[in-house]
């Protein structure tokens, strides 16, 4: 069975920055698209941002320009970055993976098959 587990969130004040990883075992990481994802208590799962096989990303609205994914395929690793944090960036970040082969980012959060337990982000202004 798959397994995600997510790290790096924390307390950090308006325009600060964080980076979450993603370890993801027990898969064929570099054959695997990946999703970050959050969700604010008493609201929706949003899509945050993914990034394909080849290294293709793409982000939501709100957090391109500050929100960059990368992968280590040596270390079965997925990064979010955020830069610029803002206090609606507040949320559960959710790493998962998506098996199936995709060529561009993937946003529907239903295609992604392996979730791991989150980690909270909290954003002070």
């Known amino acids: 069975q798959v397994q995600v587990v997510e790290s790096g969130g924390g307390l950090v004040q308006s325009g600060g920055s964080l980076r979450l990883s993603c370890v993801v075992s027990?898969?064929?990481?570099?054959?695997?698209?990946f999703g970050w994802h959050r969700q604010v208590p008493g609201k929706q799962r949003e899509w945050v941002g993914s990034i394909t096989v080849g290294g293709i990303t793409n982000y939501a609205g709100s957090v391109k320009g500050r929100f960059t994914i990368s992968r280590d395929n040596a270390k079965n690793t997925v990064y979010l970055q955020m830069n610029n944090l803002r206090p609606e960036d507040t949320a559960i970040y959710y790493c998962?993976?998506?098996?199936?082969?995709?060529?561009?980012?993937?946003?529907?959060?239903?295609?992604?098959?392996?979730w791991g337990q989150g980690t909270q982000v909290t954003v002070s202004s």
């Open positions: 998962a993976r998506r098996q199936r082969y995709n060529s561009s980012p993937i946003s529907e959060i239903q295609e992604y098959d392996s």
């Open positions: 027990r898969t064929t990481f570099s054959q695997n698209s």
